[in-house]
């Protein structure tokens, strides 16, 4: 069975904290990817990745940033957290463009609360 | 300009009810297309994959018109299990990217 696995479900942080959201996948997939998701706004891209150690901005990569050492895993960094960053944070990976047509897998979420 | 719309909803309906949902995508280009489905509070699934020529899986049939630029989605006799809300997604050109509808919530009613 095919696996993404985030390291919290739930994470509660202060204002200015460093926070560290760890994402693994076991499928030996290329692409890796970080959203976040809020009521009504759906899923937001914050960075992504095509291989190790390449990252790329997505839509709202402010505040936040990435690193990607090994293949199976993808880290996203909230470098000073602050309450507009409570969200949902959803890692997903899938092939890579050689393989399209697969789809996106994703993990549980993070559920974090900066308070 | 947002790369995929979709009706929010929410779509309240009796069991046994068809429903459809519809979404539109601004790229001509996309490559892939999928409808995926996300319980409160849980991560989002596919549900199935979306082909030119349709394809069907059970109670549950995808349509792709490639030159409306719209893909759609039909739930048959649905089941109070059914509810959720259901995200319409779609590829870049390349393949690599996923761009996501913000989803329509669909509610089954006893």
């Known amino acids: 069975d095919v696996k993404v696995t985030q390291s919290s479900r739930y994470l509660v942080k202060r204002t200015g904290e460093k926070v560290f959201l760890e994402c693994v996948q076991d499928?030996?997939?290329?692409?890796m990817f970080w959203y976040r998701q809020d009521p009504g706004l759906g899923l937001r891209l914050i960075y992504f990745?095509?291989?190790?150690?390449?990252?790329e901005k997505g839509d709202i990569p402010e505040g936040y940033s990435v690193s990607r050492e090994k293949k199976e895993r993808f880290s996203l960094i909230l470098e000073s957290a602050s309450t507009n960053q409570t969200s949902m944070y959803l890692c997903a990976s899938s092939f890579s463009r050689d393989r399209a047509g697969t789809e996106a897998f994703f993990g549980q979420g993070t559920r974090l609360t900066v308070v | 300009r947002k790369e995929v719309e979709q009706d929010p909803g929410p779509f309240n309906v009796p069991e046994g009810a068809t429903v459809a949902f519809n979404c539109t995508y601004s790229?001509?280009?996309?490559?892939?297309f999928f409808w995926y489905r996300q319980d409160c509070r849980k991560e989002p699934k596919l549900l199935m994959s979306?082909?030119?020529s349709g394809n069907e899986d059970g109670r549950f049939t995808a349509q792709l018109n490639r030159a409306s630029q719209y893909i759609s989605l039909l739930i048959r006799d649905s089941k109070l299990s059914d509810s959720a809300t259901y995200l319409c997604?779609?590829?870049?050109?390349?393949?690599?990217?996923?761009?996501f509808g913000t989803g329509t919530s669909l509610t089954v009613i006893p």
């Open positions: 790229n001509s280009a996309s490559q892939s």
């Open positions: 997604v779609v590829t870049s050109p390349g393949g690599n990217q996923f761009y």
């Open positions: 499928m030996d997939h290329e692409n």
């Open positions: 990745s095509y291989d190790v150690k390449m990252k």
């Open positions: 979306v082909y030119s």
